[in-house]
């Protein structure tokens, strides 16, 4: 079954701290993996997708297929970063499978 | 390019009426799709499309009915809403191997 998991539901930093948010998935073909963001109250938008390997806002992601995770990454986090961030897995059936959501919290 | 337009933004329901959460697209996008969000549960697949004509359930498809008779229109339809259903609803859109494109979403409350 295709699962993405999303340990935490709530990070919370201070400015110009390192930043990582979890994501393992279980799938059992060659998955395609995303980062959304979702900035207060608005629409989700793509981040990042693991075939791009670019970095956008600063944030990175890598896929580990060994161990199934899909970290997102940024070395040092901005107060604009304050948002909810999901993982999210694309497999052979097209379907979008989200995970619970983490929500990032950057104190000045 | 409007994208995808999701009408109403808000809409406010007594248990047992029925509406349809209206989304187009001007993109040509084969894909459509509804999600709904909820607290804690992140987002859950409600029905999608992979062409006008052609409609499949996702994870939580259990009180909502869609139908897809053009490209540009994927309406989801709640014919006997429930309290268990308020939450914000979401429409994306894919084509080919890009990624999906999210409209702005209907909240919806059910009294």
């Known amino acids: 079954a295709q699962r993405v998991t999303q340990p935490e539901k709530l990070l919370s930093v201070f400015k110009g701290a390192p930043v990582e948010l979890k994501c393992n998935y279980s799938y059992s073909g060659s998955p395609e993996l995303f980062w959304y963001v979702q900035y207060s109250r608005q629409r989700l938008q793509l981040l990042l997708r693991?075939?791009s390997r670019e970095s956008i806002k600063g944030f990175t992601a890598d896929l580990n297929k060994g161990e199934t995770s899909f970290h997102l990454k940024k070395p040092f986090a901005q107060e604009e970063d304050s948002a909810m961030y999901y993982c999210a897995l694309s497999g052979q059936t097209d379907k979008l499978i989200f995970g619970t959501g983490t929500r990032l919290q950057v104190f000045p | 390019n409007a994208g995808v337009t999701q009408t109403p933004k808000f809409q406010v329901l007594k248990t047992g009426q029925s509406m349809t959460l209206q989304c187009a697209q001007d993109?040509?996008?084969?894909?459509m799709s509804w999600y709904r969000q909820d607290p804690g549960m992140g987002l859950r697949l409600i029905h999608y499309s992979v062409g006008a004509g052609i409609t499949d359930q996702g994870e939580v498809p259990n009180g909502y009915n869609v139908s897809r008779s053009t490209t540009e229109d994927f309406p989801l339809r709640l014919l006997s809403a429930a309290p268990s259903q308020t939450s914000v609803y979401f429409c994306?859109?894919?084509?080919?191997?890009?990624?999906?494109?999210f409209g702005d979403g209907t909240r919806l409350s059910i009294l």
């Open positions: 994306a859109t894919r084509t080919g191997e890009q990624p999906q494109h």
């Open positions: 993109m040509n996008h084969e894909y």
């Open positions: 693991h075939i």
